[in-house]
């Protein structure tokens, strides 16, 4: 009798979802410790998973996602890529990472795997080993999402708390909170819901996936952008180290629309002299920077409605395809 489930790939990389703490009320030793039980051990925890797909599994790596950066992400791109090109039968890939930086991966995928079809990232805010544990049920979420066929064509999607969202817009906003995963204001985009139903609202419109010029499979390093931070008093300490480091870009987080202390704004131009992209952000949960003449004069990039952490993803991306300051604003426009 042929198969009738769809066969999804699961990819563990660690983070809490597969964490091991010393107890049932450990909420925040466990990452500390560094214990991971293996994406197998997560998903022998639900069986009912087999009811929904046929799961094939492997680990790419086992940290904690504060220990995730350019190097994993490189390697996950081209995992999937790879599982896209080779398997045809393969009708979506879930991961399980950790939450910390869970939102800077899944923009980086959103923005270079080279397929429609799903691309599902979840985690959890409480390990497997504790009271109330989410990990079950969004490892659940996760392969029936990425086994749905209203989930092709838009892009990479986390799902946590039975809710989906876009790769480019969710945030990780609330410490402890299994509801911490948020859109900013854009809402999310539909629910894997208690009744066993994976159901959509709304599609992203801003580009992705097969609809970028971002061709990453080959590459083993990535331009190195640093991101600072406005504070009231701030001076130009931090972007003069970034200028004497030569690193490749910059993220200005500032105030609300696009200000920023003189003295950092006095750096960040001297920055923009030598050539370097600086992109203008803020240090505000929500909302867009937009480009004024001064800002446009003095050479700015504007970051749009991403978050610093998310615009530096960009960035990163955007100069293995052009150095072109007009260019690279166009990116943040339509990315
Ligand atoms: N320390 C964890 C991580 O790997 C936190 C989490 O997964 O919630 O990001």
């Not at 609300?256 to 920055?271: E, N, R, S």
Request: net charge negative; with cysteine.
């Amino acid at each position: 009798m042929p198969n009738e489930q769809p066969t999804v790939r699961v990819i563990g990389t660690g983070g809490s979802i597969a964490g091991v703490g010393p107890d049932r009320i450990d909420f925040i030793l466990y990452p500390e410790i560094g214990d991971h039980i293996t994406i197998q051990q997560s998903l022998d925890r639900v069986p009912e998973i087999q009811d929904i797909a046929e799961v094939r599994s492997e680990d790419l790596v086992s940290v904690g996602s504060t220990a995730i950066g350019a190097a994993e992400w490189l390697a996950l791109a081209r995992r999937i890529n790879q599982i896209f090109r080779d398997e045809t039968d393969v009708a979506g890939v879930a991961i399980t990472h950790g939450t910390a930086t869970l939102e800077e991966t899944s923009y980086f995928l959103h923005l270079t795997v080279k397929s429609t079809r799903p691309v599902v990232i979840t985690g959890a805010m409480r390990p497997p080993t504790a009271l109330s544990t989410d990990s079950d049920l969004n490892l659940l979420d996760a392969v029936r999402t990425a086994a749905c066929p209203e989930a092709v064509g838009l892009g990479v999607l986390t799902v946590l708390n039975n809710e989906i969202q876009c790769g480019r817009d969710v945030t990780k906003a609330s410490t402890f909170r299994v509801e911490t995963f948020r859109p900013n204001e854009l809402g999310f985009l539909g629910y894997a819901d208690s009744d066993g139903k994976v159901v959509f609202y709304r599609a992203p419109l801003r580009r992705h996936t097969v609809d970028t010029p971002f061709m990453v499979d080959d590459m083993t390093t990535l331009p190195r952008i640093d991101i600072v931070y406005s504070y009231a008093g701030a001076d130009g300490l931090l972007v003069d180290a970034v200028r004497n480091n030569r690193s490749d870009g910059l993220i200005l987080a500032g105030f609300g629309g696009g200000t920023f202390p003189p003295a950092v704004i006095d750096a960040a131009v001297k920055l923009v002299e030598d050539g370097i992209p600086v992109v203008l952000a803020t240090r505000s949960t929500a909302g867009r920077v937009v480009i004024t003449p001064k800002k446009e004069e003095q050479g700015f990039i504007v970051s749009d409605n991403l978050l610093p952490q998310k615009a530096r993803v960009l960035l990163m991306l955007g100069l293995t395809v052009t150095k072109d300051r007009h260019e690279l604003q166009q990116l943040f426009y339509h990315y």
